[in-house]
């Protein structure tokens, strides 16, 4: 098992940039996400650790090995893909053999590697079958036993739950975690869902537009996330953003005018500066309290256990967004008061990046 | 409902058999007497069914020759055809190069020029290579047939990108790649454009009769015509080698039907 260094990869197609200059570490036995929009780059990334794609400019070091220029298959990866790519005229065994196979490994161990992993995927029964008899998640997991078979010194997963439905997509979620502990193969992951993002990564890696954003642990993109574009990215409901002006004493206006307490920050904006308040769905306390402002209930999505209550302060503004345990009191057009804890408040600045909070020191 | 069925099948069954009755009236010709079949009105059925004209073919005339000669020629022909336009239509389809579809765009361009109007540049051409009166000069035509490229790549299209790239990280070179994931892919379209080949240099008359000269050589189409300017009177000797043309192609589309359709379908459908 190895590391991944990724040095300063920038790929142009043309003369469209999509990766702009992304250095990346992952260690030895770490499960890495890289999360992203579409069209962030996150795929070409992945396909460029494979060998797939050519870097325009920058390095790939796995382990102690320079691979930027070799071929897929001497770089000791494995990769699945999207759409499974199985290959529908083999049967499972042949599928996950075929690596081997071409290697010229003698039969012994090709049958020994093949019955190891699908052990491990609990497809025993389906090695006889081809691929069109088989359902998504057994493709799935085939696709998976293909990627063991090979012993890789890396996994590359592209965006391998993507064509599950929900249900199964849940429990394939759990596969790869525990997969993931069983095995203890460095992995990287691309995915646009950040749930699956927040879920399995050891370490996120946000990517836009070709730039990396932010890398670090699901916990930490969530409690500190280093702008605006990270902050509304992870989490559902998406972090409420209230623009505002600093005033006075760890204070800021409100665009309605109304005031809110802020959290200490070095340094701390200056009176008259544009700021931007980022406050967590589940952040939002109802019922009086200091500071506390008052807002009509406009819009309630109930979800069972949990109402997502959408809050307006005046017409026209985005509502906010609180989310709470629904006990079936609220109602729409409802007056409350709610409160914002100044300990939960994101504060970003007019370019949208985080103001450090003194407690961060 | 019932109807409608009925009339939709009695009407295929009446064009079926408009088809199939000059075929089956050939066959029963080839076994008649000589001048049988030129009554008035003629039968349908031979009076006395002799195998004579069959025993002449082969031994007065030796068509067993022939036959083996059109065997051998469309064999090779479809074995060298498959062996260029398949790979040449994969990468067409699926292999980055400079050129690809500035080259592809010019050969469907091509396309529309019709076969004959090349004959005698392409006769001057081989005639020049000293391979007029050769088979290597009646096959050169059929080894990347247009059409047949054109065929594997639109069918190759339809190949996911990503199966091919599994295959890559797989460790399988180019030529693995062709042979162990996209040939047995390929199969129902490689059927299909076999059998084309097969049937189109079989029946091919034009191209060996300007590039064959020595008699040894003929293939059945013409050796047949050569027989028929002195024999043009024998209807049932004629029906006879008719017969012999016809029916191993015939047998062998049935017998490959299964594959053949499959492959039209798909290959349109994908394509």
Redesign the interface.
């Known amino acids: 098992m190895a590391g991944l260094t990724i040095r300063d990869a920038r790929k142009s197609f043309g003369d469209t940039d999509v990766l702009k200059g992304v250095s990346i570490d992952v260690a030895d036995g770490e499960f890495a996400v890289i999360v992203g929009p579409s069209g962030c780059g996150k795929s070409t990334l992945l396909r460029s650790v494979?060998?797939?794609e050519e870097l325009t400019g920058g390095s790939i070091r796995i382990g102690d090995r320079d691979v930027t220029t070799l071929?897929?298959?001497d770089r000791g990866?494995?990769?699945v893909?999207?759409?499974y790519?199985?290959?529908?005229?083999l049967t499972v065994y042949e599928n996950m053999a075929?690596?081997l196979k071409?290697?010229k490994a003698d039969k012994a161990a090709i049958d020994e590697a093949v019955r190891r992993a699908a052990t491990i995927l609990n497809i025993e029964p389906l090695l006889e079958r081809k691929p069109a008899a088989l359902s998504g998640g057994q493709r799935q997991r085939v696709a998976i036993g293909?990627a063991i078979v090979?012993q890789p010194q890396i996994f590359l997963f592209d965006e391998p739950l993507s064509n599950l439905d929900a249900d199964l997509r849940v429990r394939m979620r759990y596969e790869f975690a525990s997969l993931h502990r069983q095995l203890g193969t460095t992995t990287l992951y691309v995915t646009h869902d950040q749930v699956e993002a927040m879920t399995l990564a050891d370490r996120i890696i946000v990517l836009r537009d070709g730039r990396i954003e932010q890398v670090g642990t699901p916990r930490e993109l969530y409690e500190r996330p280093a702008n605006i574009f990270v902050a509304q990215f992870l989490g559902t409901p998406r972090m409420n953003i209230l623009p505002a002006v600093a005033a006075g004493e760890a204070q800021a206006a409100l665009a309605d005018g109304r005031r809110i307490a802020l959290p200490a920050t070095t340094p701390a904006p200056t009176d008259g500066t544009d700021l931007s308040i980022g406050i967590r769905p589940e952040d939002i306390m109802l019922g009086d309290g200091p500071d506390a402002l008052s807002f009509t209930v406009t819009f309630i999505e109930r979800l069972g256990g949990l109402a997502t209550v959408h809050l307006g302060a005046r017409d026209g503004d985005e509502p906010l967004r609180c989310q709470l345990r629904d006990d079936g009191t609220l109602a729409e057009g409802d007056r409350v008061m709610a409160h914002f804890p100044p300990e939960r408040l994101h504060l970003f600045d007019r370019d949208g990046q985080a103001l450090a909070r003194s407690t961060d020191e | 409902m019932s109807l409608r069925r009925w009339t939709v099948t009695l009407l295929a069954a009446i064009v079926a058999l408009m088809t199939i009755a000059p075929l089956l009236w050939m066959v029963s010709v080839s076994f008649m007497a000589r001048g049988e079949a030129s009554q008035f009105p003629p039968p349908l059925l031979p009076d006395s069914p002799t195998l004579d004209n069959y025993r002449m073919l082969f031994g007065t005339f030796g068509l067993g020759r022939f036959l083996a000669n059109s065997i051998l020629v469309s064999t090779l022909a479809t074995a060298l055809a498959l062996l260029f336009t398949v790979p040449a239509g994969y990468a067409f389809a699926k292999l980055r190069f400079r050129g690809r579809d500035a080259t592809f765009r010019m050969l469907v361009a091509a396309l529309v020029v019709p076969g004959q109007i090349g004959m005698l540049p392409l006769f001057l051409e081989l005639k020049a290579m000293g391979l007029v009166n050769s088979y290597a000069g009646a096959l050169i035509p059929w080894l990347a047939g247009i059409f047949g490229i054109f065929l594997v790549r639109q069918y190759c299209l339809s190949i996911p990108d990503e199966m091919l790239e599994a295959a890559r990280i797989d460790g399988a070179g180019e030529g693995e790649i062709l042979r162990r994931i996209v040939l047995p892919l390929l199969t129902p379209i490689i059927v299909t454009l076999a059998l084309f080949v097969f049937l189109s240099s079989w029946n091919d008359f034009m191209w060996p009769l300007i590039i064959l000269a020595d008699q040894n050589l003929y293939t059945l189409p013409v050796a047949l015509a050569a027989m028929s300017r002195e024999h043009v009177q024998d209807n049932e000797l004629m029906m006879a080698g008719a017969v012999v043309t016809t029916l191993p192609v015939l047998i062998l589309f049935l017998a490959l039907q299964r594959f053949y359709l499959s492959g039209l379908l798909t290959g349109s459908v994908k394509g």
Do not use: E
């Not at chain 1, 790519?85 to 005229?89: E, G, I, M, N, T």
């Open positions: 494979a060998g797939l071929a897929p298959s990866i494995a990769m893909f999207q759409s790519a199985l290959y529908p005229h075929f690596g071409i290697a293909r090979r």
